[in-house]
């Protein structure tokens, strides 16, 4: 009965640098989302699965940007190169199904570029 | 993405009081409104949804009313506790993205 996880829960890392960001989505929920969080700032559409393929990534900012998920269930959003401003609290959802409005976010992983 | 956002980004009630939370929107084509609440240090959680061809919809201690003639939202949150304390975000889901708001912090005075 466990919740969405997300690890690590903070990152720091230098500009420049690679890093990965992982979602474990509730058991059985086949939608798959990621938003980026800024201070103050609702959360912002980054990319959703459906299953295993990404049904829509027109969120990602750029091509430094780029999220899986293999098997359709754990995801992992990948950044290269990063950089400043892309310090902020990245958040995974699921939900149940394609089209399912009630999305269970984690707590979500808070990146911080030095 | 489309907008939404909010008239007030603070709102301080007093326990037991009722809160009312209102929201804009741009999206006509939207298909479901939800309102998520969030706490400190965690991710968001679902309130509410309700559907674009409804007026209203009440869940425990909560209604939600919309407004499609002016593309406004609320969410009134009956006899308002502390734990009710946290920032409202509404969002508009379309194609199956949200889009939220930048939210609106609820205070609860004891």
């Known amino acids: 009965g466990a919740g969405v996880s997300q690890t690590p829960s903070n990152k720091v890392t230098e500009k420049g640098k690679y890093v990965e960001l992982r979602c474990d989505p509730i058991?059985?929920?086949?939608?798959l989302y990621w938003y980026r969080q800024s201070l103050g700032q609702g959360p912002e559409f980054l990319i959703y699965f459906q299953g295993t393929g990404a049904a829509d990534d027109s969120g990602l900012p750029n091509d430094r940007f780029f999220a899986v998920r293999p098997e359709g269930s754990v995801s992992t959003l990948k950044i290269q190169r990063t950089e400043r401003g892309d310090s902020a609290v990245y958040l995974c959802a699921s939900s149940l199904s394609f089209g399912n409005t009630e999305a269970f976010f984690g707590q979500g992983t808070r990146l911080t570029v030095v | 993405g489309e907008s939404v956002g909010l008239h007030l980004p603070t709102l301080s009630v007093q326990e037991g009081d009722n809160s009312i939370i209102n929201c804009a929107y741009s999206?006509?084509?939207?298909?479901?409104f939800i309102w998520y609440k969030q706490e400190s240090g965690k991710g968001p959680q679902f309130i509410i949804d309700?559907?674009?061809?409804?007026d209203k919809r009440q869940g425990q201690r909560v209604t939600v009313l919309l407004n499609k003639t002016v593309k406004h939202l609320s969410l009134q949150i009956a006899a308002t506790q502390p734990g009710d304390s946290a920032v409202y975000f509404c969002?508009?889901?379309?194609?199956?993205?949200?889009?939220f708001g930048s939210g609106t912090k609820l205070n609860v005075k004891p």
């Open positions: 999206n006509s084509a939207s298909d479901y």
């Open positions: 969002a508009e889901n379309d194609f199956n993205k949200f889009y």
């Open positions: 058991s059985g929920h086949t939608a």
């Open positions: 309700i559907r674009s061809n409804m």
